[in-house]
C-alpha cells in the first residue's frame, strides 16, 4: 500500500468531520496551508503517497489505483467532509473516477489552475508546462479551449520540486531544454 508522508489531523478526535487533502508528495502542502487560511475552523488530514512518488511518470491506470486506495483508506479511517485531490496528475487522470466512488465532494486542483490563467493570460496564448501524465491527459488543453495553449511535459521536474531543491543549478538547466515550445509559442 502507500505510505502516508503525513496524517495529523488537526484539532479533530475520531469524531470529528476532516477535509482530506492528498497528493502523491508533500507539493500539496501549499494547498493545505492555503485551505487552513481561508477555512481556519475546520479539521484536516494531509496524506502525501510519498512511497510511490512521483505519479507524474505513471501509467494512468496505476494512477487511478493509486488514488481509489488511498480515497478507500481515508473513507475507512476518518469521518470525511471533503476530499481535495492537490496532485495535478491525480487530479488530471482519477478525479472522475474518485468521484464515482464517493460519498462527499471530491474537488482537484485542474479547475481552480485554469480559472487562474484565464484571469491572468492578457493575449489568449497559455504555456502549461506539468508532468507527462498530466500534459498527456489533455485536460488542460481540454479545458483551456479558445485560448492558444502550448502544453510541454516536464520530466524530471517533479523529483526537484519534491526534494526543495528549487534553486539547484541542473533544475534550472533542465528547465531551459525543455521550455523551449512555450519559448517560441
Known amino acids: 500500500m502507500f505510505e502516508q508522508a503525513s ?9 470529528t468531520e476532516v477535509i482530506a487533502v492528498f497528493d502523491s508528495g508533500f ?8 485551505l487552513r487560511d481561508l477555512l481556519p475552523f475546520e479539521h484536516f488530514i494531509y496524506l502525501g503517497d510519498s512511497k510511490r512518488s512521483p505519479y507524474g511518470d505513471r501509467d494512468p491506470s ?5 488514488s481509489l486506495e488511498i480515497l478507500r483508506y481515508l473513507q475507512a479511517n476518518y ?7 492537490a496532485c495535478n496528475t491525480a487530479s488530471a487522470i482519477a478525479l472522475e473516477t474518485l468521484k ?6 471530491i474537488v482537484g486542483v485542474i479547475d481552480a489552475a485554469v480559472r487562474a490563467i484565464s484571469r491572468a493570460t492578457q493575449n489568449s496564448r497559455v504555456g502549461v508546462v506539468g508532468t507527462v ?10 479545458r483551456l479551449a479558445g485560448q492558444a495553449v502550448t502544453a510541454v511535459a516536464c520530466p524530471g521536474v517533479v523529483e526537484y520540486v519534491e526534494a526543495g531543491a528549487l534553486d539547484d543549478p541542473r ?11 512555450i519559448k517560441e509559442a
Open 27 to 34: 507539493g500539496g502542502l501549499n494547498i493545505l496551508e492555503a
Open 62 to 66: 496505476d494512477v487511478t489505483q493509486f
Open 171 to 181: 533544475l534550472m538547466e533542465l528547465l531551459q531544454s525543455l521550455m523551449g515550445p
Open 133 to 142: 501524465a498530466t500534459i498527456g491527459s489533455g485536460v488542460y488543453q481540454r
Open 79 to 85: 469521518r470525511l467532509k471533503l476530499v481535495v485531490v
Open 7 to 15: 496524517s495529523d489531523v488537526t484539532g479533530g478526535d475520531s469524531a
Open 100 to 105: 464515482t466512488e464517493s460519498e462527499v465532494p
